[in-house]
């Protein structure tokens, strides 16, 4: 099927439990399975699987310097190809589009490829929330390779998930603006991947991406 299989492992494992989990599952060329641990498990998930399978959950968007506890896309690119940006959890945080846009630059700078997460919060405009957070994240960016997870914020983590026909909605909205794959993200399981990747491009899985066995069923759909 060739889709875009993308876990979220959030601030979970060690490079252990990492090298655990990836003992028990196959990565073959149905899909493209990309990985992205903790930054502590990196350099494991990273060996056993390849930099072309891994990437970082956050970059920071300078170079080097003094910044105290950043990481920077030129370190990540020692071990990855995949920067994840934008995600709802750290915008919740402090991140604003103008810096998730300085990031997708930064990260594209240093040759990684970037997964931008956007997505509308429960009572927010959906098409205007996505074409704010769209203009303001790929300012300046090439878009040959940024990959768009489409995560409504309602979504993730809550068990809730948008229906089908909502997805390939959003889904055409983007593509409508961008050139670019675009993935859903949102309280997917192994139940119910296979209705929301006949409407996308791939899926981005944090919960059950947990679990070798139930991530195992997604990839291999
Ligand atoms: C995510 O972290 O991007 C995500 C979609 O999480 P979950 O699958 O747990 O909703």
Not at 47 to 65: D, L, M, P, W
Not at 96 to 116: F, H, M, S, W, Y
Request: net charge neutral; hydrophobic share 45%.
């Amino acid at each position: 099927m060739n889709k875009i299989i993308a876990a979220n492992w959030k601030m979970n494992k060690s490079s252990k439990e990492a090298e655990d989990f990836l003992r028990r599952i196959e990565i073959s060329d149905k899909n493209t399975v990309i990985i992205f641990p903790s930054f502590t498990a990196l350099p494991a998930v990273s060996s056993i699987i390849g930099r072309h399978h891994s990437g970082a959950q956050n970059v920071f968007y300078e170079e080097k310097g003094a910044y105290t506890g950043e990481i920077s896309p030129v370190m990540v690119k020692e071990f990855a190809d995949y920067a994840l940006v934008g995600h709802s959890e750290r915008r919740a945080l402090w991140e604003t589009d103008e810096i998730i846009g300085k990031k997708v630059r930064a990260a594209q700078n240093a040759g990684l490829k970037v997964l931008l997460c956007v997505g509308e919060a429960g009572g927010q405009d959906r098409n205007r929330t996505l074409e704010t957070q769209l203009r303001k994240g790929l300012m300046g960016a090439n878009e040959k390779n940024i990959v768009i997870a489409y995560e409504p914020v309602w979504a993730i983590g809550t068990g809730l998930t948008a229906k089908a026909a909502e997805i390939a909605e959003a889904v055409s909205f983007i593509k409508a603006l961008h050139k670019c794959s675009v993935i859903y993200g949102g309280s997917v399981t192994a139940s119910n991947a296979k209705e929301m990747l006949s409407v996308c491009d791939g899926l981005l899985v944090g919960g059950a991406s947990l679990d070798a066995e139930g991530f195992r069923k997604i990839i291999e759909l």
